[in-house]
């Protein structure tokens, strides 16, 4: 029977100290990555691919605000681009496109829509051989009073800020790449940067100091002429307080977000080495200097975008027109998935047909713009007349109702989600003030040459080329066709 030899502990301890070797390496000081340190590369491969898109009411209700006014807007231009500020309902059918209206609703409904914005009249027509036996009308569109002191004060603010919306399309032009811009993809941005509808012949050729036009091979297009070093100066970041009750410096890389947005670790860890790549400033760098799909390129794009944002009058536009500019601007060939890859600079709404984006840092809270420009005063005039025109269909609604004749036009949907009408891919601006367009420009002073209407208002008469051709009417009004 063998005996088991048991050791004391302590000699258990000291055998096995002096026989057997550490099977475990040691640990390196805490402080080893600070003494050999590698540069790290930053990729797109670090952000994640799809980010989740979070929605924000406050900044979608600007996108469905500018959808109610979309036909106004675009009918207003219309009538004020003729000499006598009036179209034929039977050629303005053929701009169905450009009204963006849908198959179901009929360009006369939508025009009894807004009779505060409105009116429909009748004209007479010379008696020819297949109208001898009776007087022949037709009905026109005009707008109502209100609507034209609306106009005027916007040809007056037009005239009187040219030279700022000057400066727009100069460092518009100092952006791009070899400094020159096709008018027939500005006429897209147009509108979200303020200029009027008549921009491409008053003023590209009132500046000619700036800019001036010339013919490419692609059609007109917009030339830098002289470079302005205060303009090359992007925009200043803004000042961001964290509310601490102890003003010192954070621990940790803090990213503010919009309220409920919440992105991943990878996401965060990813803007927080965008943000601390050093500025690039994009009017004295070319994006032929930086590879493509890299950081750096991306960090040019990104400020092109904030600048071209910072210039509209809502800090806001489409998505698509910035892709017309994808070229000039360098920018990549996902310009949408850059644009969502980033939620701290820009907000990507999905209200309607196409995605607008928001420069995020123009808005507070709340939805509300931190700085109004010049023309937000005429928008909010234009949207008290499109209330207006609701709050008189509903007295005439509740008219006819005690009268007991409550009919109503079979194409006539007077709710309020048939305001919201979709938006159309393709603006056609460029096209709407051809003379070409078939059917579309009829000569309407042979119409009524032999017809003396007399007073505007209350004899009949409409506005002249005489009256609109820079000097005010004999009725005070300051307006010339577009």
Excluded at 423 to 452: M, W
Aim: aromatic residues 8%; proline residues 5%; charged residues 30%.
């Amino acid at each position: 029977m063998t005996r088991s030899l048991s050791l004391p502990l302590q000699n258990h301890c000291y055998f096995s100290k002096s026989i057997f070797l550490p099977s475990t390496p040691l640990k390196r000081p805490r402080n080893h990555l600070l003494t050999s340190k590698k540069p790290v590369s930053i990729s797109l491969s670090m952000c994640c691919s799809s980010p989740k898109m979070v929605r924000d009411a406050s900044l979608d209700k600007h996108v469905v605000r500018q959808n109610k006014i979309r036909f106004v807007q675009k009918l207003k231009t219309l009538l004020l681009s003729k000499p006598k500020h009036y179209i034929p309902l039977h050629i303005l059918s053929k701009c169905r496109s450009y009204l963006s209206l849908p198959d179901r609703r009929s360009i006369r409904s939508m025009i009894h829509r807004y009779p505060s914005i409105f009116e429909v009249f009748t004209i007479p027509t010379p008696q020819l051989p297949f109208n001898a036996t009776k007087p022949y009308s037709q009905l026109c569109v005009r707008l109502t009073s209100s609507a034209v002191v609306l106009a005027d004060q916007e040809f007056k603010l037009h005239s009187a800020i040219s030279d700022n919306l000057a400066a727009k399309l100069q460092k518009l032009l100092m952006l791009s790449s070899h400094r020159r811009l096709l008018l027939s993809k500005l006429v897209h941005l147009a509108p979200d940067l303020g200029l009027p509808p008549n921009f491409r012949s008053r003023l590209c050729n009132d500046h000619p100091d700036k800019f001036k036009t010339v013919d490419t091979s692609y059609g007109r297009a917009l030339e830098l002429v002289s470079w302005d070093a205060q303009l090359a100066v992007p925009l200043s970041r803004p000042d961001v307080s964290l509310g601490l009750i102890v003003d010192r410096p954070l621990k940790f890389k803090h990213l503010r977000l919009r309220k409920g947005l919440n992105l991943k670790r990878r996401h965060q860890d990813f803007l927080i080495k965008f943000e601390e790549l050093p500025d690039v400033c994009p009017y004295n760098t070319s994006s032929e200097e930086f590879v493509k799909e890299t950081i750096e390129a991306e960090k040019r794009a990104c400020a092109v975008v904030r600048e071209v944002l910072g210039m509209t009058v809502e800090k806001r536009t489409l998505i698509d027109h910035l892709t017309h500019f994808r070229k000039e601007f360098g920018f990549p060939n996902k310009l949408r998935g850059m644009i969502v890859r980033h939620p701290e600079l820009f907000y990507v709404s999905v209200k309607g047909l196409r995605d607008s984006v928001f420069l995020t840092e123009g808005y507070d809270d709340k939805g509300r713009l931190l700085k109004n420009d010049e023309t937000s005063a005429l928008k909010d005039q234009l949207m008290g007349l499109v209330r207006e025109s609701k709050r008189m269909r509903r007295e005439k609604r509740i008219g006819d109702t005690v009268n007991g004749s409550d009919i109503r036009d079979s194409d006539d949907v007077s709710s309020d989600e048939s305001d919201d009408i979709g938006d159309d891919y393709f603006d056609g601006l460029e096209n709407v003030f051809d003379s070409e367009c078939s059917g579309f420009d009829c000569d309407l002073n042979k119409v009524h040459k032999s017809y003396d209407l007399g007073d505007y208002r209350e004899k009949g008469e409409f506005w002249t080329v005489d009256a609109c051709t820079g000097g005010a009417n004999k009725e005070g009004r300051f307006l010339e066709p577009w």
